[in-house]
């Protein structure tokens, strides 16, 4: 069984830095695309970054682009989110997530087959 799981979340002060790591259990098990979503109260699950597993290609929500770096250590079965500048409405449980899917990087949730169990990142004003 597949298994992701992030670490790296946390408290930080708004202009500070997180950075977030996934771990794959297995081998990337044919896996197309690697993302981060994130999860507000209320609101919906958004792609925030994504990265496919063979081109590295990149995929960025408008908000945070300069200001987060996805990244994968394909040796490691690893993904990061470098967060930089961080703001208040970046605040919410952020998610690794991984697809099989040929599109190359889906932009809906529902298009991800493997999910992770969240971690918290909360930034302070």
């Known amino acids: 069984q597949v298994q992701l799981v992030e670490s790296g979340g946390g408290l930080v002060q708004a202009g500070g830095s997180l950075k977030l790591s996934c771990v794959v259990s297995?081998?990337?098990?044919?896996?197309?695309?690697m993302g981060w979503f994130r999860q507000a109260p209320g609101k919906e699950r958004d792609l925030v970054a994504a990265?496919?597993?063979?081109?590295?290609?990149?995929y960025y929500l408008d908000s945070v682009q300069g200001r987060f770096t996805i990244s994968r250590d394909v040796a490691k079965n690893t993904m990061y989110l470098q967060m930089n500048s961080l703001k208040p409405e970046d605040t919410a449980v952020y998610y690794c997530?991984?697809?099989?899917?040929?599109?190359?990087?889906?932009?809906?949730?529902?298009?991800?087959?493997?999910w992770g169990q969240g971690t918290q990142v909360t930034v302070s004003s």
């Open positions: 990265i496919s597993w063979t081109s590295a290609s990149t």
């Open positions: 297995v081998r990337t098990y044919n896996f197309r695309t």
């Open positions: 997530a991984a697809t099989r899917e040929i599109t190359e990087i889906p932009r809906s949730s529902l298009m991800y087959d493997d």
